[in-house]
């Protein structure tokens, strides 16, 4: 068990390395659209849909890696005063309330969407650029599998640590 949830850790570092980089992206296209359109006065077509596709990925694909770190927000008014325990409880239970039951509708949605955009050639028509639809369907798809897997593990570690009130790693 322990070999698995090393493995679905180096994933999600591995793709919040990868991904991070994606935020140089999206820098360059906004300073580039930027400039195009208020210097030299010619807007370019697929500089926002680029931009809104780029952020987007940095989004879903670093779900994984700030789940991982337990860096998310959470209403922590009550939460910073439990015990570790009571932490580990609440994390349980929230986790099987509402982070597996979203994951799951998340997933299966995103899911029928990517195949139907690869099915029926869909471009996206935010901009007069019209983009293939189905590779950011699929990064969409990918990264939330990525966060339901860290997810997963970080739900063993929960359960393990409130079974024998230790850490698992």
């Known amino acids: 068990m322990r070999a698995t949830l090393h493995v679905i850790d180096v994933i999600s570092e591995w793709t919040a390395k990868i991904i991070c980089w994606f935020s140089v992206a999206l820098v360059l296209v906004l300073v580039y659209d930027v400039l195009m359109r208020y210097v030299f006065g010619s807007a370019t077509v697929w500089a926002y849909e680029t931009a809104v ?65 690869w099915r029926i050639h869909e471009k996206l028509a935010e901009t007069f650029w019209y983009p293939p639809a189905g590779p950011f369907r699929t990064i969409v798809m990918v990264g939330l599998i990525l966060f339901a897997l860290e997810a997963v593990a970080q739900f063993i570690r929960d359960v393990y640590f409130l079974v024998r009130n230790k850490a698992y790693d």
């Open 53 to 117: 596709m780029l952020g987007a990925t940095l989004y879903v694909m670093g779900w994984c890696f700030v789940h991982r770190l337990r860096e998310h927000i959470r209403v922590d008014v009550f939460y910073v005063h439990l015990s570790p325990r009571g932490r580990t409880i609440i994390d349980i239970i929230g986790t099987l309330l509402f982070l597996f039951p979203l994951l799951y509708v998340l997933i299966d949605t995103s899911v029928f969407y990517m195949l139907r955009a």
